[in-house]
């Protein structure tokens, strides 16, 4: 069901309207982002339910995977692919009873053994860091290094999105390491020029060996960078 190595995340705070983080993320599904995590979860949730189903048009329009922040409710609302969770939110185990086959569940972790633990309750995927410093991020204390990235692969073998900080020259380190993708938010969304910096990632990605290419997705097998 991962047949993706980009997952973009969304930050409103980065930009003065929502008119126009929408057309930023437009601007990065044209480009080839495959996967979407709407992550405004300090909104109200009428107001995060608002953007959800416009992020869900866009989405459909792009034929492309919507997950949501934590909300699970807001994502069966909007019939998203899959939600994301926290570690302090509503627990794997509890979203897997009420959901149907197929429906996404990414988690976030910041250890080894949060990995681990994502694993066993039945995580599709990962996200796993902050690799290195970045605002998003600045509350999960020091950076792991793009080192933990093996140390989590040793441990696990779901699918792992490094993120924290991560510019188009992580990617290799990354990818060889052990990560499936890239998770990302101001990689992108931070850039003036959306569309560039979008394929400037996918196209590290598939110029890496043994990423997986399904039709109509992202990856592709080439010479290393």
């Known amino acids: ?15 003065s309207t929502h008119h126009l983080l929408f057309g930023a993320v437009e601007e990065a599904l044209r480009a080839g982002v495959r996967a979407v995590q709407l992550r405004e979860k300090d909104l109200p949730v009428r107001g995060q339910l608002e953007m959800a189903y416009r992020m869900r048009e866009l989405t459909v329009k792009y ?9 699970v409710d807001i994502a069966l609302c909007v019939e998203a ?11 794997i185990s509890a979203v897997k009873t009420i959901v149907k086959e197929g429906f ?19 995580a599709d ?7 290195r410093e970045t605002p998003s991020k600045i509350r999960y ?14 441990r696990v073998s779901l699918p792992i999105f490094g993120i924290g900080g991560i510019k188009q020259e992580h990617v290799r380190e990354i990818m060889h390491l052990g990560a499936t993708g890239v998770a990302l938010i101001s990689g992108i969304l931070g850039e003036t020029h959306i569309k560039a910096a979008t394929e400037g990632y996918l196209n590290r990605l598939r110029q890496l060996p043994f990423i997986p290419s399904p039709e ?10």
Request: proline share 5%.
């Open 1 to 15: 069901m991962i047949d993706f190595t980009l997952y973009l995340i969304t930050d409103r705070t980065l930009f």
């Open 63 to 71: 034929d492309t995977k919507l997950l949501i922040n934590e909300s």
């Open 81 to 91: 692919d899959g939600v994301h969770l926290g570690q302090s939110g509503i627990p």
């Open 104 to 122: 996404l569940i990414g988690a976030s972790t910041h250890s080894v053994a949060e990995a681990v633990i994502a694993e066993k309750e039945g």
């Open 125 to 131: 995927f990962i996200t796993f860091g902050p690799l």
């Open 141 to 154: 204390g020091t950076p792991l290094g793009m080192k933990s990235i093996r140390e989590v692969r040793e």
């Open 216 to 225: 109509g997705g992202e990856g592709g097998r080439g010479e290393p960078l």
